[in-house]
């Protein structure tokens, strides 16, 4: 066995009060690492720098932690309910259009705080159900929409997948937000 394998297969992780070995380990060490860069950007931040735009884009700090925390419990539902707790988008009105986009700003009476605790009970959440699911194979259908193949299903494991890589690219956008607001970094 390699010695990558060999670290792989060995990592150990603790949740709540589960041991988790194995698999499930190695998701929800990545997972915490690129939740760690993401939380990270907003270090020493003022809730209104947490809710500036610093490039041509609409996203701002705070919005993209409300972002990914509104993802993560949408696809954490997913894997429990299938596509019901995602709705189907042909169904989608522009008031729900509205609530979306305003997931990716930061509004009056939100704070950076806020933003942060709502991420952090989330991410326990996902956690707690990636420990606790029996099966990373199990399937749900996919919810009817235009950016989803049709008739396609995601395992509960494609899902964590999935989880794991809006996060990390949301960070590595974060990172440039944040450069761009004062110069600081979160690598490098």
Known sequence: MSSSTQTSTQARTTTGTTDIDGERADLLAMLAKHRHFLRFTTRDLTDEQAGQRTTASELCLGGLIKHVTSVERGWADFVVEGPSAMGNASDMTEADYARRADEFKMLPGDTLAGVLDA??????????????????????????????????????????????????????????????????????
């Open 119 to 188: 991420y952090a009970e989330q991410a326990r959440k996902t956690d707690e159900l990636l420990a606790a699911l029996p099966d990373l194979s199990a399937t749900q259908p996919l919810p009817q929409a235009p950016w989803f193949e049709a008739g396609a299903r995601w395992s509960a494991r494609r899902v964590m997948l999935h989880i794991i890589a809006e996060t990390a690219q949301h960070a590595g956008h974060a990172d440039i937000i944040r450069e761009s607001l004062d110069g600081a970094k979160s690598m490098g």
